[in-house]
C-alpha cells in the first residue's frame, strides 16, 4: 500500500493538472471567440449564421396510411326467364291443353306447366302471375271432361300464343284473336258460357302484355 499510495496520489495530481490544463485552454479559446466577434461588430461584418436542427423525415410506421379504395359489392344477377320460338310456344301449349283434358280436374302440376309455359311463350312483355293464374284456372274448368280433337287444339294454342305476343298488334285484330279462340273451344265442344270466361281472361292477358304501351 506504502508503495501503491504514493503512485495514486502522483496520478490524481496529474488528472487534475490536466484538467486544470482543459479548462484553461477551453477559457482561453472562448475569450479569443468572443474577441473576434467583437472587432468582427466594429467592422460591420455579420457573424456566421446559426444552423437550425430540421425535424426528422417520418418513419415509414409514422406516416399516414394512402386511402383505400371502396370496396364495390357486385350485382346480383337477375333471373331471366328463356323464351320460346312460335312454333315452339304453339306445340308445348297445345300439349299443354292436352295434359288438362286427360286429367280431371288438372293436377297441380299441369297447372304450374302452362304458367311456365304462358311466360315463355310471351317474347315481350310478361303477364302478371294473378292474371295468368285465373286464365289457367277458367281453362282446366272448361277443359275438365271435354275432349277437343287435335285440330281444335292447334287452333286454340296459335290463338294463346298470337295474344302473348299482342304488343303491337291493332285493338280490332287482337279483337279477333280473342274471338278465334272463343270459337275453337266452342266447336271443340266446351259450352259456351265457360268458353266465354275463358275469352274474358284471355282478354285480360292481353291488357298485362300491352301494359307497357299504355
Excluded: Y
Aim: aromatic share 2%.
Amino acid at each position: 500500500m506504502k508503495t501503491l499510495l504514493p503512485l495514486l496520489l502522483a496520478f490524481g495530481w496529474l488528472t487534475q493538472s490536466a484538467l486544470g490544463q482543459g479548462a484553461q485552454a477551453d477559457q482561453i479559446k472562448r475569450r479569443a471567440r468572443a474577441t473576434a466577434e467583437q472587432n468582427n461588430a466594429r467592422q460591420g461584418v455579420a457573424p456566421p449564421p446559426k444552423t437550425t436542427p430540421q425535424p426528422a423525415s417520418p418513419t415509414p410506421a409514422q406516416r399516414p396510411a394512402a386511402p383505400t379504395a371502396p370496396v364495390v359489392a357486385p350485382a346480383k344477377p337477375t333471373a331471366v326467364v328463356p323464351t320460346l320460338s312460335t312454333t315452339q310456344a304453339v306445340a308445348k301449349l297445345e300439349a299443354d291443353l292436352a295434359a288438362f283434358q286427360s286429367a280431371a280436374p288438372a293436377t297441380q302440376e299441369h297447372r304450374q306447366q302452362l304458367l311456365r309455359d304462358i311466360a315463355q311463350s310471351a317474347r315481350g312483355q310478361k303477364p302478371f302471375l294473378t292474371t295468368a293464374t285465373g286464365f289457367v284456372d277458367a281453362l282446366g274448368a272448361a277443359l275438365a271432361g271435354r275432349q277437343l280433337d287435335a285440330e281444335h287444339r292447334n287452333r286454340f294454342a296459335q290463338k294463346l300464343e298470337a295474344v302473348l305476343n299482342c304488343g303491337s298488334l291493332p285493338a280490332a285484330q287482337l279483337d279477333g284473336l280473342i274471338a278465334d279462340a272463343q270459337a275453337a273451344l266452342e266447336s271443340g265442344g266446351v259450352p259456351r258460357e265457360k268458353a266465354a270466361e275463358v275469352a274474358r281472361q284471355l282478354r285480360l292477358l292481353a291488357q298485362d302484355v300491352r301494359r307497357a304501351g299504355r
